[in-house]
């Protein structure tokens, strides 16, 4: 039953605290000096933690997937990646979440635009795999890496004759709390793309950013090995860079505001965070959330993606980055 609001006399006259806050739940006000939990606090709360996904597990069950539900029924074929530890039912960080996806032979999924910004890893593909942009068809080969930024019509295909899989990466969580989500289908459902005149903004292919890698020096604070990165940056709210991890290497440990997803492109190696050890390999993803302290550390060498929010962090003067001596 809703309360009687309380009169202004009756809130005048209120004689002892416990009375006035009575008086002020029915006129939906709290009294600020009285709050149970502060709202200003000295750091972060890390209200999410790290996690790990295995492409193993994802790969099997895309497969099941793959003999349950065709791309009619769903329009699209993934797996979210949700951080259910931190009380979740969708974001892997704040303001991130990805996805496995899959798309067997002789399936199109589905063009259609949304507000929140996307961008694809591929992991598993063979010639015939694509994704068409704003009319423009490109084609999906591991390492690959394609955007679909706000607005712009994506539908995915596969001409081939085996399974595609990748990761998506998208700001909903971000879209989610500003609120500015808009969605539409394609009038023309399977739009159909031609192969790009020239080198597309949309696309990243694996065989330029390794040789970019190849001919980079190591990146000087020791955090990112040898670290390129991709557009600059790739979409309005998320930043990519490919990092190079030679054989028997370790980063520097640091900590940022950024919210950060990896995925391993080539490779083995561990990333400890806040002294909890992450075995990778290739196609995993992790997600390093807010103010983590973390590095990675590689027997073998590897490439790891590195998705970040940096973009957002430094446009709103939030990003802050913590690399000092305490943390080693
Ligand atoms: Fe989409």
Redesign the pocket.
């Known amino acids: 039953m809703a309360l009687t609001a309380a009169t202004p006399q009756q809130l005048r006259d209120s004689g002892s605290l416990e009375e006035l806050y009575g008086h002020l739940a029915t006129v939906d006000m709290g009294p600020g000096w009285n709050k149970k939990t502060p709202s200003l606090y000295p750091t972060p709360k890390n209200k999410f933690p790290p996690a790990q996904w295995r492409y193993t597990q994802a790969k099997a069950a895309l497969d099941a997937a793959g003999r349950l539900i065709n791309t009619d029924l769903a329009?699209?074929r993934n797996l979210i990646l949700t951080n259910v530890k931190a009380g979740s039912d969708y974001a892997t960080a704040t303001t991130l979440v990805a996805a496995y996806q899959m798309i067997m032979p002789g399936e199109h999924a589905r063009s259609?635009?949304?507000s929140?910004n996307?961008l694809r890893l591929i992991v598993d593909a063979e010639p015939g795999t694509y994704t068409v942009v704003d009319g423009v068809r490109l084609e999906m080969m591991p390492g690959d890496v394609l955007l679909?930024p706000n607005w712009c019509w994506?539908g995915h295909g596969n001409d081939g004759k085996s399974n595609g899989y990748w990761i998506?990466f998208?700001d909903v969580p971000l879209v989610h709390l500003l609120e500015p989500m808009f969605?539409e289908p394609n009038p023309d459902e399977y739009a159909k793309g031609q192969k790009p005149s020239k080198g597309s903004a949309m696309y990243f292919a694996w065989s330029e950013t390794e040789a970019r890698l190849f001919g980079a020096s190591p990146e000087p604070t020791g955090r990112y090995g040898t670290q390129v990165e991709l557009g600059s940056p790739a979409m309005e709210t998320i930043a990519l860079h490919m990092m190079k991890l030679g054989p028997n290497s370790s980063t520097s440990p640091y900590r940022t505001t950024a919210n950060t997803i990896y995925s391993p492109v080539e490779g083995e190696g561990e990333t400890v965070v806040e002294g909890e050890v992450f075995a990778w390999k290739r196609g995993d993803v992790l997600v390093v959330p807010s103010w983590q302290k973390h590095f990675h550390r590689t027997a073998k060498g590897g490439v790891l993606f590195r998705v970040t929010d940096e973009p957002v962090m430094s446009k709103l003067g939030f990003l802050r980055e913590d690399h000092g001596k305490g943390l080693r």
């Open positions: 329009e699209r259609h635009r949304h929140p996307a679909t994506h998506d998208l969605f």
